[in-house]
T-cell receptor, first 112, second 113 residues
Framework: ETGVTQTPRHLVMGMTNKKSLKCEQH?????MYWYKQSAKKPLELMFV???????ENNSVPSRFSPECPNSSHLFLHLHTLQPEDSALYLC???????????FGDGTRLSIL | DQQVKQNSPSLSVQEGRISILNCDYT??????FLWYKKYPAEGPTFLIS?????DKNEDGRFTVFLNKSAKHLSLHIVPSQPGDSAVYFC????????????FGQGTTLQVKP
């Protein structure tokens, strides 16, 4: 399997639930990213990991908690989300932080 | 304040003709620019990029032009094909080394047979 794989593709959760989004890349890349795309808004960077170290946190609320256990896997742990957090969450990876990013197909998240 | 803008939400072009997608930016420190294409229910796919030291980069039917003085870049697709119908995003890289990309809102291209 190649490319960037995200699971689940769709997730519906209540505001008090805890869930995690998973991203896996099979490209041998060293950098991984989380983006959020809300309706009618541009993609917005959330976090950047380079060589498993977080190098960018774009003022994201603490109810979103990223984890990068190794260079192939990236998680986004979700806790006590709000309805406005409903969006498409996209994961991406790149060989280095100044190289083109390759995206997964995203997780469509709905908060009830 | 949006640093990368795609002012045309949509564009319709006849098959075989040229498609020109435009993008403007405000931060003169951006040093790397990219174009992505997105089909429904899929993630964005990287198309082509350009460094700020160049003014043109070509890859097959796709050419990106950069005008730094005008803070403007464009993507030319020629000839356009129905399979090119998608949403196109331009993105700019901040001068830091974190890989942060700033995206435009996207332009929906429809290529009519």
């Amino acid at each position: 399997e190649t490319g960037v794989t995200q699971t689940p593709r769709h997730l519906v959760m209540g505001m008090t639930n805890k869930k995690s989004l998973k991203c896996e890349q099979h490209l041998g890349h060293n950098a991984m990213y989380w983006y959020k795309q809300s309706a009618k808004k541009p993609l917005e960077l959330m976090f950047v990991y380079s060589l498993e170290e977080r190098v960018e946190n774009n003022s994201v609320p603490s109810r979103f908690s990223p984890e990068c256990p190794n260079s192939s896997h990236l998680f986004l742990h979700l806790h006590t989300l709000q309805p406005e957090d409903s969006a498409l969450y996209l994961c991406a990876s790149s060989q280095a932080t100044k190289q083109p990013q390759h995206f997964g197909d995203g997780t469509r998240l709905s908060i009830l | 304040d949006q640093q990368v803008k795609q002012n045309s939400p949509s564009l319709s072009v006849q098959e075989g003709r040229i498609s020109i997608l435009n993008c403007d930016y405000t931060n003169s420190m951006f040093d790397y620019f990219l174009w992505y294409k997105k089909y429904p229910a899929e993630g964005p796919t990287f198309l082509i990029s350009i460094s700020s030291i160049k003014d043109k980069n070509e890859d097959g039917r796709f050419t990106v032009f950069l005008n730094k003085s005008a803070k403007h870049l464009s993507l030319h697709i020629v000839p356009s094909q129905p399979g090119d119908s998608a949403v196109y995003f331009c993105a700019a890289s901040a001068p830091s080394n974190t890989g942060k990309l700033i995206f435009g809102q996207g332009t929906t291209l429809q290529v009519k047979p």
